[in-house]
T-cell receptor, first 113, second 116 residues
């Protein structure tokens, strides 16, 4: 069975703080893909990153960085110097050998000015 | 940049009525999906569609649901007899090649369905 766990339901930070959103996944597939999506208050799903199971290199994109560790089945997401516009729900997701993508429950991030 | 579009953005219907949600996937994509998000909850997979047939579906996708790609561009989700618990945001998504750097799903903006 596949599962994605985002243990943090809500996080509240003050602008310019760094924040890490945790994601732990379970899968029996040897090839799989991990994703992060952002859902702002307007409701759409915005793709942030995709990682495949063979690529454990960490990635940085501007203020965003991702730490993929197969040994702990984690794919954590860090926002550096958070801004109010980062306030949203963030979903971690997993797609294994099949067609469907399994989403975690999401972490709601509040960034206060 | 190409994007997935969905219509309508908001649909209100009476319980027991049929609704059709419409999606136009990205034009050269091969895989099509419907997901649902009940307010405040996580995004749930409903169905995937490839090569003109359902490739995978979840337990949620029962006989009340059907999907169709009636022409080369549209992808529709039909709910035959809506129930109150069908009220949710419905997202369409499409995906291109099976592997490679661009195999993520691109989501449409969603259709909010309200069943009264």
């Amino acid at each position: 069975a596949q599962k994605v766990t985002q243990a943090q339901t809500e996080i509240s930070v003050v602008e310019k703080e760094d924040v890490t959103l945790d994601c732990v996944y379970e899968t029996r597939d040897t090839t799989y893909y991990l994703f992060w999506y952002k859902q702002p208050p307007s409701g759409e799903l915005v793709f942030l990153i995709r990682r495949n199971s063979f690529d454990e290199q960490n990635e940085i994109s501007g203020r965003y960085s991702w730490n993929f560790q197969k040994s702990t089945s984690s794919f954590n997401f860090t926002i550096t110097a958070s801004q109010v516009v980062d306030s949203a729900v963030y979903f971690c997701a997993l797609r294994g050998g099949g067609f469907k993508t399994i989403f975690g429950a999401g972490t709601r991030l509040f960034v206060k000015a | 940049e190409p994007e997935v579009t969905q219509t309508p953005s908001h649909q209100v219907t009476q319980m027991g009525q049929e609704v059709i949600l419409r999606c136009v996937p990205i034009s050269n994509h091969l895989y099509f999906y419907w997901y649902r998000q009940i307010l405040g909850q996580k995004v749930e997979f409903l169905v995937s569609f490839y090569n003109n047939e359902i490739s995978e579906k979840s337990e949620i996708f029962d006989d009340q649901f059907s999907v169709e790609r009636p022409d080369g561009s549209n992808f529709t989700l039909k709910i035959r007899s809506t129930k109150l618990e069908d009220s949710a945001m419905y997202f369409c998504a499409s995906r291109g090649e099976t592997s490679g750097p661009r195999n993520e799903q691109f989501f449409g903006p969603g259709t909010r369905l309200t069943v009264l």
